[in-house]
């Protein structure tokens, strides 16, 4: 039930078409010969399809050699880091010079991520304290008549204890905030993510969701026209294709719960894979951008956050020929080693952002009505550097924000770089009307 609404009230979604089986319920694509969203986005009073924002987060810097773009439109020219985003050049802006001042002076690591997404000042010792990240803010905003106001994903369990600075350990491992001393519990089980975004739930959940949902299917076919069931078997093929990829993962965290049972361990104390998480990060990290790409395809949701991974970070690359664990690797951040590393995380935004843009969405696609935003908590891991961080964003949000383009901010004034300007900025793209987000009270100038 939306923040709005009384017992005497019908949700607002209700008049949505749905998926319904024993147990479950799947949300829909946008479909043109029916109105599957209760707006009918073919009158000619149209209300605009809508606006989705994602933030991707990576820790501990990127190679900073090759970590640039230059020129606009058809001239832009990226780096080899940036390598993976040329399809995309059209719908991309890289982002220089920006900076979040309170996560500079203030020590390594923890410091500098707990308030990625908030501009925050964050406070030492037991009592956590900042404030709520752009995501939330977004989501108390607009999330209300959405089935799930937020998905708040993640690819690596949450660390406890205090860093040498006396930061908690809790700022390292989450980037969205619901407010200023609790951070958004993080879902890092594919499995479960998947049972959230179909509402999976009861003795049925080792059975297709799909195959509980076939009469609804032959209901909306039936009322389809013929590029609309194309669309839908579309749409169907690619959560069949999730979901046959998440069985593995399904039996893989109930031997862990079993064993974490046996040992008296919490499974976030136990390492990957025992813990039932894919061993596989490349694996963990699709599947992950698989579920915000089908939440936003089915409107079930518009907003969503996914760490790739937490701030000083154990995960290892051997695909990558990468012998050091994420975090030590950084340190060493203008080797070959971390350009593959850098390329890699630039890699899975590319992978979002294509799912996006294949799903078509009215006379666009999804990410046409989207912006992903990707960013890292600093510039250089070895030097630790936060003085501005590497930012990204791809999609248009409907015409709203100008794409295919370098923007740079390093000679600016620091009034001007302000990391919460870009944020406010995006803010007031998505119709949320507010004068300040963080420590800003004005957009980001020649966005």
Excluded at 138 to 147: E, F, K, R, T, V
Excluded at 227 to 244: F, G, N, Q, W
């Amino acid at each position: 039930m939306s923040r709005s609404e009384t017992p005497n009230t019908p949700p607002r979604w209700n008049r949505r078409a749905w998926l319904r089986g024993a147990g479950v319920l799947i949300g829909l694509p946008w479909l043109e010969s029916i109105n599957v969203w209760g707006v009918d986005h073919s009158a000619p009073s149209a209300q605009p399809f809508p606006l989705r924002f994602a933030a991707l987060f990576m820790a501990c810097g990127v190679h900073p050699e090759h970590w640039w773009a230059k020129g606009s439109g058809e001239s832009l020219e990226l780096s080899r880091c940036l390598k993976p985003l040329e399809a995309l050049r059209p719908q991309l802006n890289v982002i220089h010079g920006l900076f979040n001042k309170n996560a500079t002076g203030v020590g390594i690591h923890p410091g500098q991520t707990g308030n990625i997404l908030s501009g925050a000042a964050l406070k030492k010792g037991a009592e956590l304290r900042g404030g709520i990240s752009v995501d939330q803010a977004m989501a108390n905003a607009i999330g209300q008549d959405d089935i799930v106001p937020s998905m708040v994903l993640g690819c690596e369990q949450p660390t406890t204890g205090y860093h040498e600075t006396n930061f908690s350990m809790a700022y390292s491992s989450h980037i969205s905030w619901q407010n200023a001393t609790s951070p958004v519990p993080m879902e890092v089980y594919p499995s479960l993510a998947f049972d959230s975004l179909f509402e999976n739930r009861g003795s049925q959940r080792h059975r297709s969701v799909l195959d509980r949902v076939q009469e609804s299917v032959l209901d909306l076919q039936r009322q389809a026209s013929g590029s609309d069931r194309a669309k839908l078997d579309e749409y169907l093929t690619s959560i069949r294709e999730v979901e046959k990829r998440m069985e593995r993962q399904r039996t893989a965290m109930q031997k862990a719960q079993e064993r974490g049972a046996d040992q008296g361990k919490p499974l976030a104390w136990m390492k990957r894979p025992d813990n039932g998480l894919p061993e596989d990060i490349r694996q963990h990290m699709q599947l992950m951008c698989d579920i915000i790409a089908l939440g936003f395809q089915s409107h079930r949701t518009r907003i969503s956050s996914l760490l790739l991974c937490r701030d000083i970070s154990g995960l290892f690359y051997p695909f990558l020929d990468v012998k050091k664990p994420h975090h030590l690797a950084s340190h060493d951040d203008r080797s070959d080693e971390w350009e593959r590393v850098t390329t890699y995380y630039v890699e899975q935004l590319a992978y979002l952002a294509n799912k996006l843009n294949e799903m078509q969405e009215g006379d666009g696609t999804v990410l046409d009505h989207s912006c992903l935003l990707f960013v890292n908590n600093m510039w250089s891991g070895s030097k630790h550097d936060s003085t501005k961080v590497p930012l990204l964003t791809l999609g248009k949000l409907d015409g709203k924000l100008a794409t295919g383009r370098a923007l740079d901010y390093s000679d600016r004034p620091e009034s001007d770089r302000k990391l919460c300007s870009l944020y406010l900025s995006l803010m007031n793209r998505l119709g949320i009307e507010t004068d300040s987000f963080g420590d800003s009270t004005s957009p980001l100038v020649d966005l």
